[in-house]
């Protein structure tokens, strides 16, 4: 089975930019969250859909993020404009019951913004 | 508001020894405290984890102690060997939702 995948792996952005990545959750998972992880912050949930459903976008993050699933086996997660601040590991990560299961994380896409 | 908390945020042992990793929570609703660990330039991975119903959990070198009552748990290493040279998250759970701490980084030197 494939595990959680996730591109482009980096990507690096003008200041002002539109960028979106994508995600494909493990088949037959009906959880799917986004994370960002920096050194300062650690892992911050971004978004967190239960069966393509959005539970949760965010808090903070509202203003310039989206996440989107278009179905159950594809997400993307829209960041405009891009900011410098927002250079970071971007992580998709699936499970089967949310927070009380495995979560299995993608491999990351790599943000930079200058 | 940091809802769960890990310390210390890095530690050094000696290939062999134990090494003891700490946490605690706010939240009382919390009942799902998974243990992820993470290699450097790769992603989180579940290491192991515990359900309020013990107090303890075990799988080889690796056991988690669990207080309810205080809010802390603690993950101990033993015989910690190099290739545990990791980043230690501890995470707890009341629902759909997975609450990080911001890990402790271990380093094992030979």
């Known amino acids: 089975d494939a595990g959680v995948t996730q591109t482009p792996r980096h990507e690096v952005a003008e200041k002002g930019q539109t960028i979106i990545l994508k995600c494909e959750p493990v088949?037959?998972?009906?959880?799917l969250f986004w994370y960002r992880q920096t050194k300062i912050q650690g892992l911050e949930l971004l978004s967190y859909?239960?069966?393509?459903?959005?539970?949760?976008d965010g808090g903070a993050f509202k203003d310039r993020f989206k996440a989107e699933m278009l179905n159950s086996s594809f997400s993307t997660l829209k960041i405009q404009p891009t900011e410098p601040k927002d250079s970071a590991v971007y992580l998709c990560?699936?499970?089967?019951?949310?927070?009380?299961?495995?979560?299995?994380f993608g491999p990351g896409t790599r943000l930079t913004v200058l | 508001q940091q809802q769960v908390r890990q310390s210390p945020q890095s530690l050094t042992v000696w290939e062999g020894e134990t090494a003891i990793l700490n946490c605690s929570y706010e939240?009382?609703?919390?009942?799902?405290f998974p243990w992820y660990w993470q290699f450097p330039r790769e992603s989180p991975a579940l290491l192991i984890a515990?359900?309020?119903?013990?107090n303890k959990k075990e799988d080889g070198r690796f056991t988690i102690f669990f207080n309810k009552r205080e809010k802390k748990l603690s993950l101990h290493i033993t015989d910690s060997q190099p290739g545990d040279s990791a980043t230690y998250f501890c995470?707890?759970?009341?629902?759909?939702?997975?609450?990080f701490g911001t890990g402790t980084s271990l380093l094992v030197d030979p």
């Open positions: 990560a699936s499970s089967g019951l949310g927070g009380q299961d495995e979560q299995y």
């Open positions: 088949s037959g998972h009906n959880d």
């Open positions: 859909f239960r069966s393509k459903s959005l539970m949760e």
């Open positions: 939240d009382s609703t919390f009942d799902y």
């Open positions: 515990i359900r309020p119903v013990s």
């Open positions: 995470a707890a759970s009341g629902g759909y939702k997975l609450t």
